[in-house]
Every structure is written in structure tokens, then in C-alpha cells.
T-cell receptor, first 115, second 110 residues
Framework: AAGVIQSPRHLIKEKRETATLKCYPI?????VYWYQQGPGQDPQFLIS???????DKGSIPDRFSAQQFSDYHSELNMSSLELGDSALYFC??????????????FGPGTRLTVL | DAKTTQPNSMESNEEEPVHLPCNHS???????IHWYRQLPSQGPEYVIH???SNVNNRMASLAIAEDRKSSTLILHRATLRDAAVYYC???????????FGKGTHLIIQP
């Protein structure tokens, strides 16, 4: 079965640079979620989109922005990168539609290292 | 968000049942109880969810207290591949993000 695809899998950037992470949800899934997991930390929710509209917002820094496109893929844009942004970034998808118990399917993650 | 409380770690032997408890005394009437797990170097993985009644699936069973203030995830016959961090999460559903707490680190001894 098709899974959530994230690219790139690994990314190395310098401080103050920008980075763009991409997420391709499972076919027919219309909701995308972004999570950040720092070293030794638990995953932290950043933001979600349903049908290309922002739906829920967590602890996403102002330096980060995201959007969902017409083909339902999503991109997380990160600017003015800081050392503390080094983390695993997971994308998850669910759907179709919204329900009280949508199971979220997680991708393999993008490991971002900021030097 | 309603909070959950889980033991930091638990240890069990292979091929024995495992009962992972979770307290959620401030749960609201519309919150679903979800369990996810995260194996080493992987993304979180859905295990099971429930609202009021006990639930079974191919991976596990979920026992929910009558007052819904606690629940227990049951792995009927643990294997070494079940070693992971297990998270009990309350969610109103829809496109809400999941709030991961500390979770329970499950150790399986051969």
C-alpha cells in the first residue's frame, strides 16, 4: 500500500539559510499534518491543513510557513534557520474527509541538520 | 488540551501479555482515546482508538474505564518488535494535531 512520502530524507543547512520540506500524502487523503521531533524529544505538532486550508495550529515558529497545494501535497518552508531547528520533521496524512477518529499515517521523516 | 499520564517505562517478557495504563481524568465527552507507538528511528504508528467501548484490532485491544478517566492498551502476546514508545493521546478528531506526551517506553526481554 502507498505510504506518505517525504523529501528530502536528509537535509543539511547553515544557520540563517532557508529550507523547504515536501510531503506527499497517501492517495485520497486530504488532510496533512506537520510535526517536529528534536533529539531525545517527543513529536510536537506544528500545523495541519484540510482541503488546502489551514485547520489547526500548534507550536510553529513565525519563521516557518506551510501550505497545501491543489494536488494535496504540502510544503513546510523554514527561514532564518537556527541550530535549534535541527530535528526530525514528520508529515502525516489522513482522510478522506474529517471524522472524530481520523487515523494519522506518518511518513518516514526528514532529518534536518543546521550547522 | 486534556492531559494524559503514563508510566515512563515498562518491561515485559516476550510472548507474554502487556498492559499499558493511561490516566486521563480531564477527558471531555467528545475526546477519542488514541494510542500510537514509535519504534526506534521510525515515524509514529497508529495502534488503536476508542470512545467509550472496548475495542479490538489485529494489533491490540483497548480497555476503557466506565467513567472514561483511564484506559489500558493490551498487547496480547508481546514480541521483540513491539519494543517502542507507546503514546496515549486524547483527540477531538477532525484535522486536529496530536499532542504527544512523554509516553511509555516498553522494553521486551527475550
Amino acid at each position: 500500500a502507498a505510504g506518505v512520502i517525504q523529501s528530502p530524507r536528509h537535509l543539511i543547512k547553515e544557520k540563517r539559510e532557508t529550507a523547504t520540506l515536501k510531503c506527499y500524502p497517501i492517495p485520497r487523503h486530504d488532510t496533512v499534518y506537520w510535526y517536529q521531533q528534536g533529539p531525545g524529544q517527543d513529536p510536537q505538532f506544528l500545523i495541519s491543513f484540510y482541503e488546502k486550508m489551514q485547520s489547526d495550529k500548534g507550536s510553529i515558529p513565525d519563521r516557518f510557513s506551510a501550505q497545501q497545494f491543489s494536488d494535496y501535497h504540502s510544503e513546510l518552508n523554514m527561514s532564518s534557520l537556527e541550530l535549534g531547528d535541527s530535528a526530525l520533521y514528520f508529515c502525516a496524512s489522513s482522510g478522506p474527509g474529517l471524522a472524530g477518529h481520523n487515523e494519522q499515517f506518518f511518513g518516514p521523516g526528514t532529518r534536518l541538520t543546521v550547522l | 488540551d486534556a492531559k494524559t499520564t503514563q508510566p515512563n517505562s515498562m518491561e515485559s517478557n516476550e510472548e507474554e501479555p502487556v498492559h499499558l495504563p493511561c490516566n486521563h481524568s480531564t477527558i471531555s465527552g467528545t475526546d477519542y482515546i488514541h494510542w500510537y507507538r514509535q519504534l526506534p528511528s521510525q515515524g509514529p504508528e497508529y495502534v488503536i482508538h476508542g470512545l467509550t467501548s472496548n475495542v479490538n484490532n489485529r494489533m491490540a485491544s483497548l480497555a476503557i474505564a466506565e467513567d472514561r478517566k483511564s484506559s489500558t492498551l493490551i498487547l496480547h502476546r508481546a514480541t521483540l518488535r513491539d519494543a517502542a514508545v507507546y503514546y496515549c493521546i486524547l483527540s477531538g478528531g477532525g484535522a486536529d494535531g496530536l499532542t504527544f506526551g512523554k509516553g511509555t517506553h516498553l522494553i521486551i526481554q527475550p
